[in-house]
C-alpha cells in the first residue's frame, strides 16, 4: 500500500483506547488522516512511503492541544513579574491590551503560532480580546492557519461596564461595544469563518465574574446555533466567586447549569475556586475545563481540583494561557506542572501520574477543542509530533512515557505534522519566515512598551 508519510521506527505512543505503545513502531500517514499504526517492522514492510522519515532514537506522540492561550500576549513576554491575578489585569494587561493595535496583534499571534508548532502544539484554542474588531480577531484566524496550527480564535466579549467589573476596578476603555454589538460582531466573525474552518471562531465572554448575564447567554445561544463550542474564564481568582455571589445571589457555577447554559459547548479556563456542589454540576454536564498550572503558580492564583473534577466527568485539558501569564508555551512545562501541583497541593506523590499529564495534553485535549485528534490510529487526523529522546537531560532511557513528562522540553520537539502536512522540521516553522518575524516583533514589542507607558518594567534588574 501507498502513503504519504511514514514514519519509521520510533517509540510510538499511541494515547489509543487500549494505550498502546509500540517500541519500536511505525506511523503511516495518507493526505490528512493517519493510516496505520503498530510495530515498525509490520507497518514498514505493508507500507510505500512518498517521504519516510527515521524516527529511531525519537518519540513519535499526538500533537498536542493548548486548551488555553492568548497569543496576542507575545509581545508583553517576561513583563508584570510580582503581581497576582487582579493586580496584574488592572495594572499591567488590561493597560497592555488597550495599547495593542490590530498590526500587533497579527504580529503577536503569528509569533506564538510559531512557538506553538516548534513544541509539539498542533491546536491551539486563542482566547483573543485585544482589538476585537472582526477584521482584527479573522486577521489573527488567518495568521495562526498561515503558520500551520489548527484549533479556534475565541472572541473575547465584554460588553457594557457592569456593577461588578466597575467594582473591580476594569478600565472604561475595555468598553467598546453593547451586549448586542459583541453578539452580532461575533456573529459576523463566525460566518465567515463558520464549522469546521481549520481555525474556527467561538464566543467568548471574557469573564464571567464581571460580564452581563445576557452577554452569556447570547454567546452560549451562538454556540448552539452554529455548532460551535464557547469560552470563558471562570473562577481564576479566589475573589471571582465571591464578587458574583455578592451581586447575584448564586455562584457562577451555579448559575450556568440552572440557566441551562453548562453543557458539552461549554469550556470554562482556569476553574480554581469551585465548591463541591459548582465540580457535580461541570462533571454532569459534561462540560470542559483548561487547566492552566503554570499561569496559577505564576500568579499564585491556586491549584485547580484536578482529580474531583475528571471523576466527577469533566472534560479536562491543559493550557498555557499564552506566553505573558505563562511565559512559554511548552506542554512539556505544563504536564510536569501538573503533576508538581496536584502532589504540592494534596501531598499525595500518587495524586497522579505522567501516564494521565499526557493524556490531558493529548486525547482530552482534543476532546475539550472537539478536533477528533489527540491520539494515534487509524483514521484519525494526522496531529503528532516527533520528540528527541537521546539528549543528555533523557538518558538514560527507561519509560518513555516518563521520559516525556519529566525529563523532555519543547525544544526537543523535531518535527511537527498538521492535518497530514510537515509545519515544522529542521528547526524552523516551514510556513513562516520566522528570522523576519523575529525582527518585527521585538520592534513591535518595543513600541507598544513605551506606548503603554511600560518603560519602567524593563529595568535590567528589579530590587
Same mark, same amino acid.
Given at each position: ?30 493526505? /490528512? ?18 517521504? &519516510?522519515?527515521?524516527?529511531? @532514537? ?6 498536542? &492541544? !493548548? ?25 499591567? $494587561? ?31 484554542? !486563542? ?29 473575547? $466579549? ?31 466573525? $463566525? ?8 481555525? =474556527? ?23 448552539? =446555533? ?12 479566589? #475573589? ?19 440557566? @441551562? ?16 456542589? =459548582?465540580?457535580?454540576?461541570? @462533571? ?11 499561569? /496559577? ?8 481540583? *484536578? ?13 498555557? !494561557? ?13 504536564? #510536569? ?21 499526557? =493524556? *490531558? ?103
Amino acid at each position: 500500500m501507498e502513503c504519504d508519510l511514514l514514519l519509521s521506527g520510533g517509540r510510538v505512543v499511541t494515547v489509543d483506547g487500549r494505550r498502546s505503545v509500540y517500541e519500536p513502531g511505525s506511523v503511516a500517514i495518507t493526505g /490528512n488522516r493517519i493510516a496505520a499504526v503498530g510495530p515498525a517492522a509490520e507497518t514498514d514492510a505493508a507500507w510505500q512511503a512518498a517521504r &519516510t522519515v527515521d524516527c529511531r @532514537g525519537r518519540a513519535v506522540v499526538p500533537g498536542f &492541544t !493548548d486548551g488555553h492561550s492568548h497569543l496576542f500576549q507575545s509581545l508583553a513576554r517576561g513583563l508584570g513579574e510580582g503581581l497576582s491575578i487582579w493586580p496584574w489585569l488592572c495594572e499591567f $494587561m488590561w493597560p497592555y491590551s488597550i495599547a495593542v493595535t490590530p498590526d500587533d496583534a497579527r504580529v503577536a499571534a503569528t509569533l506564538g503560532a510559531v512557538e506553538a508548532l516548534r513544541s509539539g502544539i498542533t491546536t491551539v484554542i !486563542d482566547n483573543h480580546y485585544a482589538p476585537t474588531d472582526p477584521e482584527t480577531v479573522l486577521a489573527v484566524a488567518a495568521a495562526v492557519e498561515s503558520a500551520g496550527l489548527r484549533g479556534a480564535v475565541a472572541r473575547g $466579549m465584554i460588553g457594557h461596564r457592569t456593577p461588578v467589573a466597575l467594582a473591580r476596578g476594569l478600565p472604561p476603555a475595555l468598553f467598546r461595544y453593547s451586549v448586542a454589538e459583541e453578539l452580532e460582531l461575533t456573529r459576523e466573525c $463566525m460566518r465567515r469563518r463558520p464549522p469546521g474552518s481549520t481555525v =474556527e471562531i467561538w464566543p467568548a465572554p471574557l469573564n464571567l465574574s464581571y460580564v452581563d448575564q445576557d452577554l452569556v447567554r447570547g454567546a452560549a445561544a451562538l454556540a448552539a =446555533e452554529f455548532g460551535t463550542r464557547w469560552h470563558t474564564h471562570c473562577s481564576e481568582g479566589a #475573589k471571582d466567586p465571591e464578587s458574583y455571589l455578592e451581586a447575584y445571589g448564586i455562584r457562577p457555577v451555579e448559575w450556568l447549569a440552572a440557566e @441551562g447554559l453548562l453543557d458539552e459547548r461549554t469550556t470554562l479556563a482556569h476553574a480554581v475556586w469551585l465548591d463541591d456542589a =459548582e465540580i457535580r454540576r461541570i @462533571g454532569e454536564r459534561r462540560a470542559g475545563v483548561a487547566h492552566n498550572p503554570v499561569s /496559577n503558580a505564576y500568579l499564585a492564583s491556586g491549584v485547580m481540583r *484536578l482529580r474531583e473534577l475528571r471523576e466527577a466527568g469533566a472534560v479536562v485539558a491543559l493550557g498555557t !494561557d499564552g506566553p505573558s501569564a505563562g511565559h512559554r508555551q511548552d506542554m512539556f512545562e505544563v504536564m #510536569k506542572q501538573t503533576l508538581f501541583g496536584q502532589r504540592q497541593h494534596t501531598l499525595d506523590p500518587a495524586a497522579a501520574r505522567c501516564e494521565e499529564a499526557l =493524556e *490531558l495534553a493529548t486525547r482530552e485535549g482534543a476532546r475539550y477543542a472537539g478536533t477528533g485528534a489527540g491520539i494515534l490510529t487509524a483514521g484519525a487526523p494526522a496531529d503528532l509530533a516527533v520528540v528527541a529522546l537521546d539528549r543528555p537531560h533523557q538518558v538514560p532511557l527507561h519509560r518513555t512515557v516518563s521520559a516525556l513528562v519529566y525529563a523532555s522540553r519543547g525544544s526537543d520537539v523535531e518535527l511537527t505534522v498538521v492535518d497530514g502536512r510537515v509545519v515544522f522540521e529542521d528547526g524552523r516553522c516551514v510556513l513562516v519566515d520566522e528570522e523576519a518575524l523575529l525582527a518585527e516583533a521585538q520592534e513591535r514589542s518595543e513600541q507598544l512598551v513605551s506606548r503603554a507607558g511600560f518603560g519602567g518594567l524593563t529595568r535590567p534588574w528589579n530590587h
